[in-house]
């Protein structure tokens, strides 16, 4: 359209003023709706609100579009260029258009809202599924890593989380938590990068709940396990065994418990199996490392001797060695063998043509050389023998030189040959005797093992077998030794199953002593709440400590059974600890919770809430346990009401004391009785449901002119009273039964002629105005001038409204007073008795001053009169009197019956008043004197909790859905326990202090 309109323009060569203007406001405006919406959802994605910032881009129609086609829309043509160059975009007042950045930033919105999309609609598919916390969690997880600008996400993660942390701190404690739920937690507070804050200690806490549920189902893991491990095993599948048999330890880690031992023999194949490819494998690595180091030996060109050796120990292990490396080790080992053999040929063909030549000259030489050759020998043989220490070869070379004249005669031996024998000597004599220690010790360790060594004595002996192998020459020894070690490992297999009995009897009296103590969350809770039970428990747990002590000490030595024994004091420990704590905490509980902590006096109400509060905060468990929480929950429930007694005598009723008080000056009493109508109605505010809450309305209604329902001060019931002209009136008998009213001005003059009320509209009149009466003087006067009894009684309750001492709650019982009094009056004018007794009542219905009672009679009786006796009640009673109509008795009639019909207030004022006496009673304030301690069962009274001498008291209960304030009385220090409404844990026991 704006194209249209600048085309148009261009065209007219001359634009239009008027319509320039008009072309200018419409583009102003399309610009500046652009222009807001696109600042909209920039301001929301400075805030990282991306999807709001979409929102609005989607909401506002195709807004990234127009933005794109507004900010090309100066370029579009060469006559809008023109046009919008030359009339448009003024350069005083320059037109700002979305940019291109503008455009991109809208686009972008869109796109990350489509990214979000996806993971919105899953969370609020989440949420309306009511889905697991986790499921939600792992959503809001992924939002907040698309979406990291905005804060709402972390925030939702901190609620969830916060939610989570609350359902698990209810499993504690709970019997009715299930395993999984427990492990599901557990697993959660370990595993879990937590935003919301975690209490400290929760982890530890719902491990020791879960601990003994694993233990618990120990076998059934067990079971479910093996049942695996037997299929693997079928299949042979090692990756798996390897699994299961690391979920098999995870059981043990877990619950402490082992498995039953046919269950333990059952899947020993699989391990065994398992152990054997192990060590298979293991042999397999070794021997291939042997392979690799002879390759390497063969690398390098090492000898023959290196290479033979190599070889053979490959040979030796039991294993093919590779073709290839057997073939060039033995080709290198040959090679080396033929260079060998080529060079002693050829030394030996040297020596034998040396040997020829020398043979001759040396001939001579040869005898006494091959002598000494033979000496030289000898002693280096025997020196070698003697260092080696082998000294039976060195004893039967020493025999053979001596037993040799030609080396061992004076004369032929020499000084190294003498020195040789010598040492011989001594190291025949060293050999001798380490035989004869070692056929001892032979003797003393057998006398040990015939004797079933301990544990740590087959340890020395093993060590002291050991010992003896390396110093053993003798094949009879080494023999010896063996046999040693066979009875040595019959007494450690005997001494593996005195071991074990051990452990199991120490299992065994360790079952035994808890037998009859189950797990404190399975105790009731009348036990858990018993002190001497949790130290006869932790008594017994001592015991258990102690026995598995000493069985520790009797097995030393033995890893399996230290190892069970350790894993089984670990868990009495943990249990011991337990115990403690719980001990400790019911200690502090319940002398936090004695009679003489609860009880304790009070000097404000506000201590009582706070120490209640404290007390379940810190052992509503114990309270729980103790069958109280409710009755102290009940009793917590009563701090609004207690709060209000304490604000209203603190605060409320100085301030309505001060206004009812005020007298004299009518703007300071406006004042005062805003200041209580303002204090009444915060009162009201803050305490909706007060125990002074009907006394309270009452005060409302009374002080407050603007209420729906106003109850009527005393001066306002009397200027009602007033308007009706109904006192100072006097009667005038005259003859026929007839009479009139007068009213005088004044006693000088008595004349009841003068000032005649004729008619109704005379009785608002001035006296002194009044017409004088239309009767013969003397003629038809029968009697004296008398006072009206009605008038009188209606002046009497004038007068006393006008007192200023009258209590605004007494003009209820005047205003009854009266009405029961024309009700019964034998002697008045009975049409004159019926309208005052009708506009009596009608003042005190507009008054609000009605009884509650009376108000259901009272209505019945005006709608009688409206239906039945409305003639009677709006005729000229005054002219009646003297002037009868046609159908007097008639109205005369229904005037009495009205007045029969009346309902009888009598009742009703006394009850009113006594209602009075209680509303102002009710209205007084209250002090608090002590605390009432919760009921005790079988018991029919309760007592405070310090002394209060005997007399009416007050306390607070809920009756009827409302807090009321109840008297009852304390005698010697009791109270009775069966008042209705009361609540049954501690409660503030009142005295009314006030006025």
């Not at 938590?177 to 937690?185: M, N, T």
């Not at 080992?333 to 030996?348: K, S, V, W, Y």
């Not at 079933?452 to 003798?474: C, E, F, G, T």
């Not at 109605?681 to 209420?707: C, H, K, N, W």
């Amino acid at each position: 359209m704006i194209r249209e309109a600048i085309e148009a323009q261009a065209r007219a060569g001359a634009p239009d003023d008027v319509a320039l203007e008009s072309l200018r406001n419409d583009i102003a405006q399309m610009i500046d709706s652009i222009t807001k919406a696109i600042e909209r959802a920039r301001e929301f994605s400075l805030r990282g609100l991306v999807s709001e910032a979409a929102s609005v881009v989607e909401d506002f129609p195709d807004l990234a579009r127009q933005a794109d086609a507004l900010a090309a829309f100066p370029r579009s043509s060469p006559t809008v260029s023109r046009f919008w160059a030359q009339y448009i975009d003024d350069a005083a007042e320059p037109v700002l258009l979305p940019s291109t950045e503008d455009v991109d930033m809208l686009a972008g919105f869109v796109d990350h809202a489509t990214r979000l999309r996806p993971l919105l609609d899953a969370l609020r598919l989440a949420a309306l599924r009511r889905e697991p916390l986790t499921n939600r969690l792992t959503i809001l997880k992924k939002l907040r890593e698309t979406d990291q600008r905005n804060r709402m996400w972390l925030d939702q993660i901190d609620a969830l989380e916060k939610e989570w942390v609350k359902r698990i701190s209810e499993m504690r404690g709970d019997a009715a938590a299930s395993r999984d739920d427990l492990e599901e937690a557990f697993t959660a507070l370990s595993t879990r990068e937590w935003v919301a804050p975690v209490p400290r200690g929760l982890k530890d806490e719902i491990y020791a709940q879960l601990k003994p549920l694993r233990a618990s189902v120990a076998g059934e893991r067990y079971d479910e396990i093996a049942t695996k491990i037997h299929d693997a095993a079928a299949l042979m599948d090692r990756n798996e065994l390897e699994q299961l048999e690391a979920a098999w330890a995870l059981v043990y880690h877990e619950t402490g418990r082992m498995p039953d031992q046919s269950l333990q023999d059952a899947v020993a194949p699989a391990f065994e199996w398992m152990a054997r490819i192990a060590a298979d494998e293991a042999a397999q690595s070794e021997f291939d490392g042997l392979v690799d180091q002879l390759e390497r030996a063969l690398n390098a060109g090492s000898s023959a001797v290196d290479i033979e050796r190599r070889l053979a120990i490959l040979r030796d292990n039991g294993r093919s060695v590779p073709d290839g490396v057997r073939a060039r080790a033995q080709g290198w080992i040959d090679a080396q063998r033929e260079r060998a053999r080529r060079r002693h040929r050829i030394i030996l063909v040297a020596s034998i043509a040396a040997a020829a030549v020398t043979l001759t000259a040396g001939g001579l030489a040869i005898n006494a050389f091959t002598r000494a050759k033979e000496r030289d020998d000898a002693i280096a043989a025997l020196t070698a023998l003697v260092e080696k220490g082998d000294s039976p070869a060195a004893r039967a070379l020493g025999a053979e030189i001596r037993a040799r004249p030609d080396l061992s005669s004076p004369e032929k031996l020499t000084p190294e040959l003498s020195a040789v024998l010598v040492r011989e000597a001594a190291l025949a004599v060293e050999w001798d005797a380490q035989r004869l220690a070692l056929l001892s010790e032979f003797a003393e360790i057998q006398r040990a093992l015939d004797d079933h060594p301990s544990r740590v004595r087959l340890k020395a002996i093993s060590d002291q077998l050991q010992q003896m192998r390396a110093r053993a020459r003798l094949a009879q020894e080494s023999a010896a030794i063996e046999k040693l070690a066979s009875l040595h490992a019959d007494r450690a297999i005997e001494r593996d199953g005195a071991d074990a009995k051990v452990g199991d009897e120490a299992f065994a009296s360790c079952d035994a002593l808890l037998r009859e103590w189950p797990l404190p969350d399975r105790w009731t809770p009348a036990q858990q709440c018993d002190l001497a039970r949790w130290e006869a428990y932790i008594a017994v747990l001592d015991r258990v400590k102690g026995a598995l002590q000493r069985a520790g000490l009797d097995v030393a030595g033995s890893d399996v059974q230290e190892s069970r024994l350790k894993l089984k004091g670990e868990g009495a420990d943990a249990r011991i600890a337990e115990a403690q704590s719980r001990r400790s905490e019911l200690a502090d509980a319940l002398a936090a919770l004695a009679p003489s902590k609860v009880g304790a006096g009070v000097s404000v109400e506000s201590e009582l809430p706070e120490r209640l509060k404290t007390m379940l905060a810190l052992h509503g468990a114990t309270l729980a346990r103790l069958g109280k929480l409710g009755a102290f929950e009940s009793s917590q429930a009563c701090t609004p009401a207690w709060s209000s007694i304490q604000s209203w005598r603190d605060e409320v009723k100085p301030v309505v004391d001060l206004a009812l008080g005020r007298r004299g000056d009518a703007d300071a009493v406006t004042i005062a009785n805003a200041n209580a109508l303002q204090a009444l109605q915060g009162f009201l505010a803050r305490f909706p449901e007060t125990p002074y809450q009907s006394r309270v309305a009452e005060l409302i209604r009374r002080i407050d002119p603007a209420a729906s329902q106003p109850i009527w001060a005393p001066g306002i019931l009397r200027a009602a009273l007033v308007d009706f002209f109904y006192s100072d009136i006097e009667e005038v008998p005259i003859a026929g039964g007839d009479r009139f009213f007068y009213r005088r001005s004044s006693d000088v003059d008595r004349d009841p002629l003068h000032r005649a009320i004729e008619n109704l509209a005379d009785l608002a009149m001035n006296p002194d105005r009044l017409n004088a009466m239309l009767l013969k003087p003397g003629e038809r006067i029968v009697g004296t001038t008398r006072k009206s009894e009605i008038s009188s009684a209606w002046r009497q309750l004038e007068t006393t409204l006008g007192t200023p001492s009258v209590d605004a709650g007494e003009a209820q019982g005047l205003m009854l007073d009266l009405l029961e009094r024309l009700r019964t009056m034998p002697s008045s004018d009975v049409l004159w008795r019926a309208r005052a007794l009708r506009d009596l009542a009608t003042v005190l219905r507009q008054s609000g001053q009605v009884p509650a009672a009376a108000s259901e009679p009272l209505n019945a009786w005006f709608t009688r009169c409206d239906r039945q006796w409305q003639e009677a009640l709006s005729v000229d009673w005054l002219r009646a009197t003297y002037d009868a109509p046609v159908n007097a008795r008639v109205l005369r009639g229904s005037a009495a019956a009205a007045i029969a019909d009346f309902p009888q207030l009598s009742q009703l004022a006394k009850a009113a008043e006594a209602e009075r006496l209680r509303a102002k009673e009710e209205i007084r304030t209250l002090a608090p004197i002590g605390v009432l301690m919760p009921i005790v069962l079988d018991e029919t009274s309760r007592a405070l909790g310090r002394s209060c001498p005997d007399g009416p008291v007050v306390l607070v209960g809920r009756v009827s859905n409302q807090w009321k304030f109840i008297e009852t009385v304390v005698k010697q220090n009791r109270i009775d326990a069966n008042i209705p409404g009361i609540p049954e844990g501690p409660i503030l026991v009142f005295r009314r202090t006030g006025s």
